[in-house]
């Protein structure tokens, strides 16, 4: 099964968090791809059969610069071939900022939800007030999406 795992990342955290689970999802046996500044084009042309978003989020719970312009196509075309896949999300944030905690997974979630994607695990929220380790302490949670995509 093809994977296209987007990321969008202020200081870096998400991309490694994304890295991490493209290697999992290899060493899984899935073809995993991924690209921080993924175009649809990009995407359309790798056909993927699931989607992973890993994405922090930044100023007043928007979405990294590098993941906005991917964000905004889509939103604007909203393609149907992302109807019916399968898709998560791993939003990561600061739970001292409050309402803003992982605002920009909560966006991704609502776009795969408007595109059709099926969410086959709720959204994993890493939080940088608890957590030294993200990419360690996202892989439980991944090992659950790597099941749940091979039904």
């Not at 990321?7 to 046996?29: F, I, K, N, Q």
């Not at 604007?76 to 019916?84: H, K, N, S, T, V």
């Not at 992982?102 to 994993?124: I, S, T, W």
Request: proline share 6%.
């Amino acid at each position: 099964m093809k994977v296209a795992i987007l990321s969008g990342s202020v200081y870096g955290t998400a991309e490694e968090v994304a890295r991490h689970a493209a290697r999992l999802l290899c060493d899984a046996g899935f073809e995993a791809w991924h690209n921080p500044r993924a175009s649809l084009a990009d995407i359309q042309a790798f056909a993927p059969q699931a989607l992973l978003a890993v994405t922090s989020t930044t100023g007043m719970g928007e979405l990294p610069d590098n993941l906005m312009p991917l964000y905004s196509t889509v939103r604007d075309q909203l393609p149907a071939f992302f109807r019916g896949l399968p898709g998560a999300v791993i939003g990561l944030g600061d739970a001292s900022y409050g309402d803003t905690f992982c605002a920009g997974g909560e966006q991704m979630r609502e776009l795969f939800a408007e595109l059709g994607v099926n969410e086959v695990l709720p959204m994993l929220r890493l939080d940088a007030s608890e957590s030294v380790n993200p990419e360690t302490d996202a892989e439980p949670w991944l090992a659950e999406l790597i099941d749940a995509l091979r039904g």
